[in-house]
């Protein structure tokens, strides 16, 4: 009877830290959820981060107006790192990311009339990581970067451009 006494109380102390680990995890995983989706979202509505086809364009502004779409992407991601778990294996693909927007920002830079070719390298890599992000994981959704609907829920999207008033 004297064992039960002492192994009661070492089994309960074990069972509570066993609990608390669990729901620490828990609570930290979906944090982690919440804020790749956060992310991916971000990056989804991002409308100049679509799908081009690329062609070289002489004596046009377009990438300095890219560029603080992709510093403000960069931005993102980096910060998003900052809401992993330690030791997520996401980590490695939001480091991907982050340096592929750098790799964009360089090159753009130095040939802006090929800005386009750099913009779609850095959309693939951007997509390819949203997809490794979402893979296998029902609380994170897969979104293509920069290919929001203008559809209402339910309705198919229109070729059409939306009007704004």
């Not at 993102?76 to 480091?95: C, W």
């Amino acid at each position: 009877m004297e064992w039960l006494a002492f192994t009661a109380p070492v089994l309960g102390l074990i069972v509570g830290i066993g609990a608390g680990w669990c729901t620490r995890s828990g609570i930290d995983r979906r944090d982690e959820s919440v804020a790749l989706n956060a992310l991916i979202m971000d990056l989804h509505l991002k409308r100049s981060l679509a799908a081009i086809q690329p062609q070289t364009v002489e004596g046009s502004d377009g990438e300095a107006r890219l560029r603080p779409t992709v510093l403000d992407a960069r931005d993102r991601i980096l910060e998003t790192l900052t809401h992993l778990r330690s030791g997520s294996a996401n980590t490695g693909v939001l480091m991907r990311m982050a340096a592929a927007c750098t790799v964009y920002l360089r090159s753009a830079s130095r040939e802006p009339e090929r800005y386009q070719f750099a913009l779609m390298e850095l959309r693939e890599t951007l997509d390819d990581g949203v997809r490794l992000l979402s893979d296998g994981r029902r609380r994170v959704r897969g979104l293509p970067p920069g290919e929001r609907s203008t559809a209402k829920p339910g309705q198919r999207p229109s070729r059409r451009p939306v009007r704004r008033r």
